[in-house]
């Protein structure tokens, strides 16, 4: 909820401001030009933040998987940004935000026509959302990178990427932060649907892409002995897992904060929200799978610290501190179970995406009808959760959104994997995997011979 500033805080901001910047010309300096002026680059500067996470999921990806395909993974991490972008521009900013047409998506704004540079609407100038919005469209594809690691095509993941941020993630973001789409409308009792900086929207989008990507491609050659018992295929650089990690960390004071829209109070809280949710799942992560194994699995715990970002994305702005805790902590248990749970079911997912942004992104969400905590400061968000007096309305609206979100993902990505699996797109052959792919799409290896193991 925006604050008006003072005269005093006026004045001082003037000189930063100007008194008549292009923007906002005007003879007079306001309150609300200062205000809107911060809003824009506020945006601006956590849609910077949220663009550096590019680097962060591709250090991650790439130590935990084998050296060998190292240059693959950073050439996919280029491409969702570019592809990304360019698809987003083109058509998934039209679907996301553009007119509505019958509640399922919109119908102008493609290629941003009619949107010019000196626009402003009375809170955003010109391109301010597309910048912030293009940059969560490349994370929602990057996802499922991990997950389809050291065995795809990079020409199908080409055709992937561009279908994910031009159509399929644009009618999610439609259907809830365009404010008229289908889970914008949902509503149980006096409870709506609610996701903040995108729990669901975002990092479950893309798990359940990478779930699809991860069974259409099926297991890496080695994964599994022949009695279908995983075995471990160790990463090659846990120092880039652990860089990557707060890398991804720091992005995500963006990601959260800069999803209040808006230079004001909120924004702190969804910084400290964010930061202690993700230090209790590193934490019980950490705990989880040393008490199983005997030993401090530096990734795992890593995991854990994501889980709790993505966790705490869709309440940031809700809980308290104790409800984001919670969240995380709880975040942390659930996604080593669930990476054991889902190896078990012979989907091979090398860096623990599904888990990670797919199911504690459902957690995250569902957190929200337990922990909100609704006070004066916060008009317009959820009501109290469960746990702070609140009815289970919201705990059914945030259930229903997730698994709307679920069926369109699941059905649009399967049928798009189904498609390149039959082109011959989709998986490398065998012995292109076992030479690695940085060879054999690449032209050369990622690094020197002597580490290519």
């Known amino acids: 909820m925006k604050r008006k500033l003072g005269t005093a805080a006026v004045a001082s ?11 906002f010309a005007q003879d007079e300096l306001t309150a609300e030009a200062v205000q809107a002026t911060l809003d824009n680059i506020w945006v601006f500067i956590a849609g910077i933040l949220v663009f550096l996470m590019q680097a962060g999921f591709g250090l991650v990806e790439a130590g935990l998987t084998r050296a060998k395909n190292v240059a693959n993974i950073m050439a996919k991490n280029l491409a969702d940004m570019s592809v990304g972008a360019l698809a987003f521009w083109a058509i998934g900013y039209g679907i996301a935000f553009g007119g509505d047409s019958g509640s399922l998506f919109g119908t102008d704004l493609f290629f941003l026509d009619g949107i010019g540079a000196g626009d402003f609407d009375g809170l955003y ?3 301010t959302p597309f910048f912030f919005q293009v940059v969560f469209a490349a994370t929602a ?5 991990g997950a389809m690691a050291e065995r ?21 973001v439609h259907s809830f932060w365009s404010g008229e789409g289908l889970l914008a409308d949902l509503k149980i009792g006096d409870a709506k649907f609610t996701d903040f900086a995108g729990s669901t929207i975002v990092h479950s989008a893309g798990g359940w892409a990478a779930l699809m990507g991860a069974y259409f491609l099926g297991p890496r050659i080695g994964k599994y002995d022949e009695n279908g018992n995983p075995r471990a295929i160790p990463g090659h650089n846990i120092a880039f897992v652990v860089v990557g990690v707060f890398i991804l960390w720091f992005g995500w004071f963006g990601f959260n904060p800069g999803s209040e829209l808006a230079a004001d109070n ?10 202690l949710s993700a230090a209790a799942g590193g934490i019980t992560a950490g705990a989880v799978i040393w008490r199983k194994t005997g030993g401090l699995d530096v990734g795992m715990t890593g995991n854990g610290v994501l889980a709790g970002l993505v966790a705490i994305t869709a309440g940031t702005a809700a809980m308290t501190t104790v409800g984001a805790v919670l969240t995380g902590a709880a975040a942390g248990v659930i996604v080593v179970f669930s990476v054991l749970f889902i190896d078990r079911l012979r989907i091979d997912d090398p860096v623990g995406a599904v888990s990670v942004h797919g199911i504690c992104g459902v957690w995250g969400t569902l957190a929200v009808g337990l922990f909100a905590k609704y006070d004066d400061a916060f008009l317009g968000r959820p009501d109290a959760g469960l746990f702070y007096g609140g009815n289970i309305d919201q705990l059914i609206a945030q259930a229903i959104g997730v ?10 990505t399967g049928a798009l994997f189904y498609v390149l699996k039959r082109a011959n797109l989709l998986r490398v052959p065998a012995e292109w995997e076992i030479a690695g792919l940085d060879v054999s799409e690449h032209g050369g290896p990622g690094y020197g011979l002597e580490a290519r193991v």
Do not use: E, H, N, Q
């Not at 594809?141 to 990178?145: D, K, M, Q, R, Y």
């Not at 909120?266 to 930061?275: F, G, K, S, Y």
């Open 13 to 23: 901001l003037a000189v930063v401001v100007g008194t008549a910047t292009p923007a």
């Open 125 to 127: 100038s010109g391109y």
């Open 141 to 145: 594809v990057t996802i499922a990178s």
């Open 152 to 172: 795809t095509k990079i020409g199908g993941y080409l055709i992937f990427a561009a279908v994910m941020t031009a159509v399929i993630y644009p009618v999610v």
């Open 266 to 275: 909120v924004v702190v809280r969804a910084a400290v929200t964010t930061l």
């Open 403 to 412: 698994v709307l979100v679920a069926a369109w993902v699941l059905a649009t």
